[in-house]
C-alpha cells in the first residue's frame, strides 16, 4: 500500500490526497498555509497545520 500525503488546519482537511509529500508542501503553499525561513531555506508549516499521512488502501474504503 502506497501512502498518501494532505494538508490539514485543527485537523480538517484543506486539500486533496496526494502520492507525495512534495505535493502535498504545494498544496500548503498554494493555501498560504506555509512559510519560507529565509536563514535555513526550507518550507515550514505553521503550528495549526499538519502534514496528514494515509495509506492508499484505508482511503479508498473509507471513500
Known sequence: MAA????????QPRSPWRSSIDEAMADAIDLKLASWDE???EWFLAVPVDLVTGKA???R???
Open 57 to 59: 488502501e484505508a482511503i
Open 4 to 11: 498518501r500525503y494532505r494538508i490539514a488546519v485543527f485537523g
Open 61 to 63: 474504503r473509507a471513500a
Open 39 to 41: 536563514s535555513e531555506r
